[in-house]
């Protein structure tokens, strides 16, 4: 950019050397700003806040009725009869069967909670299982996409044994085994829950998610406005923020899900979550806190995972032009409503898509739909954050080498896969001054975008370590994450386990910022 002078000495008379400044110091001030900014983030991830995740917060999901039921919930069903599971024949798209002598994929139901005693089952390949259309109506098949009145069951529990089912159909009868290769809907009689009856089942829980759908949708419509405000009310307060600004951090990264942006809110989520947001900006205005707004959860889930809000551990985002819009309008939203609060700080487009499912070409095109969406209103900082899976940690460089004021998130744990079992306390802080440096300086170049360690925690896979160890742990990953050209975001400022919360970690001197 030219000088400011420059245009001084080309003014022929001071009208347009006044207009001269009137229009560059502007666009000067901003330039400055985005090549010369020293402020470096130090910051904490609000998780579990406004995007539910369950294992932050366990007795959220406490008062859920049959809350080994929620949404996602993947059930194996071995008929008393045959010995056998119940399977949906080449994953689905064919008829259900009871011939499996161990479960996995093909023999695992997906629950879909319309109550806490109705649901429809998903299989594998997606389709529902339901009554056939054709002949008698009464096999049990897994042919529909879309789930109507002849998907629904009723699951009925043994009143001493929650383990024992029958499987009410939507024609009043209960499933049976009749054989290893027939299940029908055609059992009337009462039973005695004995070994005999073929409409018994004795059912597995092979476990599923904990997020904001089945939270709400565990809850019902009745009971879950109550239960989330209260836990948004009550989970980060304004005292949190005046804690945050006097521990030597200087930003928050905010999780939100897409819901919170439509009005009205889309069914099961609950209304309110975006009043929240709001006192999280008057708070962080009032204690010179710095926001990060996480779009953490996206329509459809980018990664199939419960902290994106999917309902069965589908993974759906970015597969339409329309869901990317509509992910978009979520950013501008948010953007619009909170780009004259001296906070906002950056917006953060999507976390952790995973790969293969969210692809590149999808991602690039949203990157660019929702960087230009934030400009239209902000001169915020847009982060663009790597995918997770098999994926080239360098792919969105040269992308956001287009884009001003941009950023790359990384997320960095000594977690979640096994090159970390077995290693010792020294061999987790070599990996952290070694590895993790040689990763940060891949990705960081010197006229690129800016880098982020969006996410990354003091906890590892070491058991009985000392709190000493878990000193040198912290300080490690503090000191090579310090050299992050945009800074770093610690996962999360509270959670149950305590070494996931940065405030127990400070309070209790295993950190200092």
């Known amino acids: 950019m030219r000088k400011q002078h420059n245009y001084v000495q080309m003014a022929i008379n001071s009208r347009i050397l006044l207009l001269s400044m009137v229009v560059l110091l502007p666009i000067c001030s901003v330039s400055q700003e985005m090549d010369n900014s020293s402020l470096r983030i130090k910051a904490v991830n609000l998780g579990g806040w406004l995007v539910t995740e369950g294992w932050i917060k366990p007795s959220l999901f406490d008062g859920i009725p049959n ?8 059930l194996q069903f071995q008929s008393v009869t045959t010995g056998k599971y119940l399977c949906a024949e080449t994953g689905g798209g064919t008829i259900i069967v009871a011939n499996r002598t161990a479960a996995s994929g093909w023999e695992t139901f997906s629950l879909w909670r319309l109550n806490e005693t109705t649901f429809q089952f998903r299989v594998v390949n997606k389709q529902f299982v339901g009554l056939n259309n054709n002949g008698n109506g ?6 529909s996409t879309t789930p109507g009145k002849s998907e629904t069951f009723e699951i009925v529990r043994k009143s001493d044994d929650k383990s024992r089912v029958r499987i009410r159909a939507p024609n009043g009868f209960f499933l049976q085994a009749k ?24 059912m597995k829980n092979s476990g599923g998610l904990q997020g904001e759908f089945q939270v709400t949708n565990g809850y019902g419509p009745q009971t879950a406005p109550q239960i989330m405000r209260n836990h948004w009310n009550t989970f980060i307060v304004e005292d949190d923020f005046k804690f945050i ?38 708070w962080a205005k009032k204690y010179g806190v710095k926001i990060i707004i996480d779009l953490h959860a996206a329509p459809g889930s980018q990664n199939g995972w419960e902290h994106s809000s999917s ?5 759906e985002w970015g597969k339409t032009d329309e869901n990317i819009q509509q992910t978009v309008d979520v950013i501008e939203f948010l953007t619009a409503r909170y780009a004259k609060n001296p906070s906002l700080y950056a917006v953060e487009l999507i976390n952790e898509p995973r790969a293969p499912g969210a692809s590149q070409e999808s991602l690039n095109k949203y990157y660019k739909a929702g960087y230009e969406a934030v400009r239209k209103h902000s001169n915020a900082y847009v982060v ?23 950023v790359i998130d990384v997320h960095y744990y000594n977690l979640f896969t096994s090159e970390f079992d077995g290693m010792t306390v020294q061999q987790n802080i070599d990996f952290v001054q070694t590895n993790r440096t040689s990763q940060l300086n891949h990705v960081t170049t010197s006229n690129g975008p800016r880098i982020l360690i969006g996410e990354w925690v003091a906890e590892w896979k070491v058991n009985g370590a000392t709190k000493e160890e878990y000193q040198k742990f912290a300080k490690a990953q503090l000191d090579v994450y310090g050299r992050a050209t ?13 070494h996931w919360s940065l405030e127990w970690m400070i309070k209790n001197g295993y950190i200092k910022l």
């Open 67 to 74: 809350n080994d039921f929620l949404d996602g919930t993947g």
């Open 138 to 143: 009464i096999d049990v098949v897994a042919v």
């Open 179 to 202: 054989s290893e290769v027939q299940v029908t809907a055609d059992f009337a009689e009462n039973s005695e829950w004995g070994d005999n009856d073929p409409s018994v089942f004795v």
């Open 245 to 282: 600004s006097t521990n030597g951090l200087n930003a928050v990264r905010i999780p939100v899900g897409w819901w919170i942006a439509s009005n009205p809110t889309p069914k099961p989520y609950v209304e309110g979550s975006l009043q929240v947001l709001d006192n999280a900006f008057l």
């Open 311 to 315: 309902r069965d551990g589908s993974q």
């Open 384 to 406: 663009l954050s790597n995918r997770l899976g098999p994926a080239d940690p360098r792919e969105f460089l040269s992308l956001a080498s287009g884009f001003m004021r941009s």
């Open 486 to 498: 945009f800074g770093w975001a610690y996962w999360a400022l509270k959670n149950v386990n305590n």
